[in-house]
């Protein structure tokens, strides 16, 4: 199979009565630093706590050998639902750095900015797919830690850690679950971890819940991934690629 060779794009959407079809699994990823930049922060640097969908699909885009131009043509075609949920990190670095411009080659501008990385979390991926070929090969290449393109938190400088072996899993329709959500899908949570809401862009701005260790309970049911520990919320991986 040629993943990279793709036909033109027309988005799957799973209906109810295909969940059983669908194939899913989960891993562990962790990383030294991770770096998953919030859509609004301009004037400094700082992270959700959780990888999106979109970079969960460019997770799975590096292993597969996806390019980047056409990751959400490739998301798109084969339905790729995405979640992840933190497992646990070691605390945040906040630091300072110096970014230099180039004004009319000929004057150099410093500006400190505030620069904000997780040190050293762990996460549990979500994949699923009604595309049981895609999700096999993904499955095999974890198992065997044969990646077509470097794995980063986020970005080229935070290093992977440890990559665990994948589980599989089903896709079902859940009320309960960890993860993250839309904070207008909410309606409580169960444990004593915390919440942190952001603005997310989804083909605009929504807000967002993401939980750490807290079970996150909606109003309905909606897409998750379970593997028999964790049920984590999934969701289509192309509406949040630009």
């Not at 970079?55 to 075609?77: H, P, Q, T």
């Not at 339905?79 to 970014?99: P, Q």
């Amino acid at each position: 199979m040629t993943l990279s060779r793709l036909l033109s794009t027309s988005c799957y959407e799973l209906s109810g009565d295909r969940l059983d079809k669908a194939k899913a699994i989960t891993f562990t990823i962790m990383f030294e630093t991770a770096q998953f930049m919030k859509h609004l922060s301009k004037l400094y640097r700082d992270t959700y706590i959780t990888p999106l969908p979109s970079s969960v699909a460019g997770i799975v885009g590096a292993i597969l050998g996806i390019e980047r131009c056409k990751l959400r043509d490739f998301a798109c075609e084969k339905g790729l639902l995405a979640g992840s949920a933190i497992l646990g990190y070691e605390g945040t670095v906040d630091e300072t750095m110096t970014v230099v411009k180039l004004k009319g080659w000929k004057e150099f501008i410093r500006a400190p900015k505030r620069n904000i990385l997780l040190y050293k979390p762990r996460y549990k991926m979500a994949i699923a797919s009604p595309d049981a070929e895609v999700v096999g090969e993904l499955e095999d290449r974890l198992r065997r830690l044969s990646f077509e393109y470097e794995v980063f938190g986020g970005s080229d400088y935070n290093f992977v850690a440890e990559v665990g072996e994948p589980q599989r899993a089903r896709l079902t329709l859940a009320r309960a679950g960890h993860g993250y959500c839309r904070v207008e899908s909410l309606e409580g949570i169960e444990g004593s971890g915390t919440v942190h809401l952001d603005q997310v862009n989804e083909a605009g701005l929504s807000r967002y819940a993401f939980g750490y260790r807290v079970t996150l309970k909606l109003k309905r049911e909606a897409l998750a991934v379970d593997d028999g520990e964790h049920v984590i919320f999934v969701h289509r991986s192309w509406i949040f690629l630009t």
